[in-house]
């Protein structure tokens, strides 16, 4: 029961603030979001032995308020402060029950000049030095499933790529007459780690971005992020150094309705630990670019671009991977009657909040060859180099079409001097049925594949490596009674062949490698029925959906998933 | 048009620095998942050492790739052991070097030696051999070895309990030279089983022991011998400072730390404690020391050593030797 006292008091206070709103105008908004989530999961294990142990059934669920008051004191000051009571299904007075601060943050502008924000940041610069790549995730998810994919996105404060963080940001900009038309300052600083007081010192994150402008078709920039340890915060004195500089270019143009875009970036960095330099130190540099021209009456864009990434690129901002391979999954994180760790499939992927991270992190995350072996780090991945191409065709009546192609390399060989070549092939399209009928139910289809092909041709056959993976999509969406939607999908990922997987020591120096094979097919299926009310943001879904894993070498025993789950 | 080709240019020219100077990355796969094939024989640098004179023996040996080795010297006399290991494609003066030093007790003595290299995943071992001509001398002060019976001026005091047994043994579980202490008995009503001191006087430096001035400098060690499927003992060591050097210990005015060591394995084992890091203990529970409250050894002037068991337990027994202060560590 005194678990239950504060927020009680707490929506006291609130009733209390939401007196004062009507007293004030416009100075104090109640703000916030519920989510009900009840499902019902079922395992089915294919192992030589029965599996007897694993218990095959599993019933939860949950509901939860976020509520926020966002109080405006003048017109220079925005205050937030977000709550969340959570109660799992099934646990009474209290013992179910979390409280929790999920955000918490202080903007306001200085002299109309300076825009400032304390507390909880979105951060992003640019794809090389702070940038959310969602690299392993699923492009353009059939409706069924992106449901399931935003809850881990509002969860862990995705917006776009950003990450979240937590510290001091300020931005001004400045307008010119003559020469430049606009200067925009953006600067951050960052506490991404807390001392331990014992080996772990404080660890933190800051970054600068000047922008000019310098015309109707020039902008150029250089963008600046540093992480570093405070010496003294902890005993052991081996502190971490990581810094990223890079300029940017952008020209854009219009030639008799047809437009012309040139975007380049390049920059260096260096990451060093001060105790260990000589084994840790990495210094490398890194340049892309891309032109596109742009021929809006077609509706087409056309895209080439060049990659390099240096082999000792690091940027810790831009190399966090959003997906950790190492986290325990929420259902069934063990199986067989050996109790083995299950190894993540899809559907963990797809819909399970637990395996991914909030926030940068400060040593490189390990990739998975299944989900993504062309560009585990998105366009920061290092040691790569090669062209890109894309088209996107975008049909005012609803048809959008992308493709891309990648052709990579690598710049260093890893355990040979045979370098890996790179092949991603991307298609995805959208299909709005009811606009290119003129009905006005909604009608759309969703298709997409992406298929990756990683290879090395070598004298000596041991060093080879051929390894071919295919992800497909499909998804229907119809709005079959008025507000009402009936969804379906299917999302497939097979893997076969072999590669070399690096084992990496703390200053991510390879010291091992791993031979790994591959024949593994994943599939995840899904229908449901979506009942919108007022507007689209509120509905109550129902779905089931059913995963499974074949592994055909066997490496780990097949399974799969049932589940029964409805969303409010 | 023309900015678009400047930028290009200027695109291409960067790419066109790079220079890789670097090879490639990790260890050969080539060598890793090929088959193992030794490219230099094992050898060993002597047919025959004096390790008391500061000769070693240097083992080399080169592979075609990255293997888990391992080293075992086996004394063909006292069956020593000594285990060298490491992950390398070669044996050299990094790793492979044998000063004399056991890993498994007891200790080398003057007698041929048999070395055999093992490496994972392969089948063979590959042996050499060679004879020990003197063995490796530890520098430090040897409080007891028992090489020669109980020196005359240590006191010693044995309960009157059943099965008691304080004797110098000798027979071939010595892990140094040939004779240890035996200690051993049942005790049902006290947790002293028998003790003996150690005072300044018998290592003929007067009131205080001939050590440096500086406790981080100064190591403690012993071997003790854990005996299989017995009760639990208790070595406790008591080092008594005589910080006005007046000759008498004065328990409420001078230092005492002290070292307790639970003997709850088989087997011989070697202990070794940095002075500066004993505790003063008071019935196990660290304490104030009642003197200056610095650690001296060049003060000590006497070292018990008891032997404890818990009454309730009945018959306890451990074995000890070679107790002996080091400036560094033993390496024995």
């Not at chain 2, 086996?74 to 490491?86: D, L, M, N, R, V």
Request: hydrophobic fraction near 35%; glycine fraction near 8%.
């Amino acid at each position: 029961m005194k678990k239950l006292k504060l927020p009680i008091y707490i929506i006291l206070l609130i009733l209390g603030a939401t007196g004062l709103h009507a007293q004030q105008k416009r100075t104090i908004n109640i703000i916030g979001g519920a989510r009900s989530f009840i499902s019902t999961n079922q395992i089915k294990v294919m192992d030589s032995i029965p599996d007897t142990t694993t218990v095959k059934k599993n019933n939860g669920g949950y509901a939860l308020i976020d509520l926020g008051v966002d109080i405006t004191p003048n017109k220079s000051v925005e205050i937030l402060g977000m709550f969340r009571i959570k109660n799992y299904y099934g646990g009474f007075w209290g013992s179910g029950v979390s409280f929790d601060v999920r955000q918490l943050w202080l903007k306001g502008i200085v002299g109309n000049v300076f825009r400032y924000q304390l507390g909880d940041l979105n951060l992003k610069q640019t794809p090389f030095t702070l940038y959310n790549h969602h690299a392993d995730r699923i492009d353009s998810l059939p409706d069924v499933f992106n449901l399931q994919n935003q809850i881990i996105s509002y969860e862990k404060f995705y917006i776009g790529n950003t990450w979240r963080q937590q510290g001091a940001n300020i931005d001004f900009g400045l307008n010119f007459s003559k020469v430049l038309k606009e200067l925009n300052f953006t600067g951050y600083l960052t506490r991404m780690q807390a001392t331990n007081f014992f080996t772990v010192p404080d660890r933190l994150m800051g970054g600068a971005t000047v922008n000019v402008v310098q015309g109707r078709h020039i902008s150029f920039g250089y963008n600046g992020f540093w992480a570093f340890d405070v010496k003294g915060t902890a005993p052991d004195s081996n502190t971490y150094h990581n810094s990223v500089n890079t300029i940017e270019l952008e020209y854009t143009t219009n030639l008799k309705n047809i437009g012309f875009e040139v975007k380049a970036e390049a920059g260096t960095s260096k990451s060093v630990y001060s105790q260990d330099v000589d084994a840790s130190l990495l210094k490398d540099y890194f340049i892309h670019g891309y032109a596109t021209i742009r021929l809006p009456k077609q509706y087409l864009d056309f895209t080439l671009g060049y990659l390099n990434v240096g082999p000792d690129f690091r940027s810790i901002g831009a190399q966090s991977k959003d997906i950790n391979y190492s986290a325990a999954p929420e259902y069934y994180n063990r199986y067989t009657n050996a109790q083995i760790p299950r190894p993540l499939s899809v559907f963990d992927v797809v819909r399970n909040e637990n395996i991914y991270n909030t926030s940068v992190t400060s040593t490189l995350m390990a990739t998975n060859p299944v989900y993504n072996n062309v560009l585990p780090y998105g366009i920061a991945t290092f040691n790569t180099q090669g062209i890109l191409a894309k088209i996107n065709y975008k049909f005012p009546k609803g048809i959008a079409v992308n493709a891309e192609q990648y052709f990579l390399s690598e710049i260093r060989g890893q355990g040979t001097n045979s370098l890996k070549k790179f092949s991603q092939t991307k298609l995805l399209a959208q299909i709005e049925i009811n606009k290119l009928a003129n009905f006005s139910r909604e009608l759309k289809i969703q298709i997409g594949a992406n298929y990756q092909i990683t290879s090395r041709k070598s004298d000596v056959t041991v060093e080879e490596v051929d390894l071919k993976s295919l992800q497909f999509q499909a998804g229907v969406e119809f709005e079959f009674i008025k507000k009402i939607d009936l969804l379906l999908g299917i999302v497939g990922l097979s893997n076969k062949g072999n590669d070399f997987l690096p084992v990496r020591n703390s200053y991510s120096k390879i010291e091992y490698f791993n031979s790994a094979n591959y024949d593994l097919s994943q599939y995840l299926s899904a229908a449901g029925i979506r009942v919108r009310f007022l507007s689209d943001r509120i509905y109550l879904c129902a779905l089931y959906q059913r995963s499974t894993y074949t592994d055909k070498i066997n490496v780990n025993p097949d399974y799969q998933l049932d589940q029964f789950c409805a969303y409010f | 048009m023309k900015k678009i080709f400047y930028i290009a240019l200027a695109l291409i020219s960067l790419w066109s620095c790079r220079k890789e100077t670097v090879t490639f990355d990790g260890p050969s796969i080539k060598e890793m998942y090929s088959n193992f094939s030794m490219l230099e024989n094992f050898k060993s640098s002597k047919d025959s050492v004096s390790f008391a004179n500061g000769e070693y023996i240097l083992f080399t040996a080169k592979f075609n790739k990255m293997v888990n080795w391992k080293i075992t010297v086996t004394g063909q006399t006292s069956h020593a052991k000594k285990e060298i290991t490491g992950l390398t494609n070669a044996i050299d003066g990094s790793n492979g070097l044998w000063d004399g030093s056991t890993t498994y007790f007891p200790m080398f003595k003057a007698e041929n030696c048999r070395a055999e290299l093992t490496i994972e995943g392969v089948p063979d071992t590959f042996i050499v051999t060679t004879k020990i001509k003197s063995v490796k001398v530890n520098t430090g002060l040897v409080i007891a070895d028992f090489e020669n019976g109980f020196n005359p001026l240590w006191t010693k005091f044995i309960q009157s309990g059943a099965n008691m047994d304080f004797k110098i043994k000798t027979d071939t579980l010595a892990p140094q030279g040939d004779d240890y202490l035996n200690m051993a008995g049942t005790v049902d009503w006290d947790w002293l089983i028998g003790l003996i001191d150690y005072p300044a006087a018998a290592y003929g430096s007067g009131k205080t022991m001939p050590l440096p001035t500086n406790p981080g400098n100064v190591y403690f060690n012993c071997l003790i011998y854990g005996v299989p499927n017995t009760n639990e003992s208790h070595v406790l060591f008591q080092f008594k400072e005589d910080e006005n050097a007046d000759g008498t210990i004065t328990a409420s005015s001078d230092d005492q730390y002290d070292l307790e060591v639970i003997v709850n394995w088989v087997g011989w084992k070697l202990v070794t404690v940095k002075y500066a890091d004993l505790p003063c203990l008071n019935n196990g529970q660290p304490v104030t020391p009642n003197g200056n409250g610095q650690h001296n050894p060049d003060k000590i002037g006497k070292i018990s050593m008891l032997h404890l068991a818990d009454p309730k337990n009945g018959f306890a027994s451990c074995k000890i030797d070679y107790l002996i202060f080091t400036d560094t560590p033993l390496k024995p």
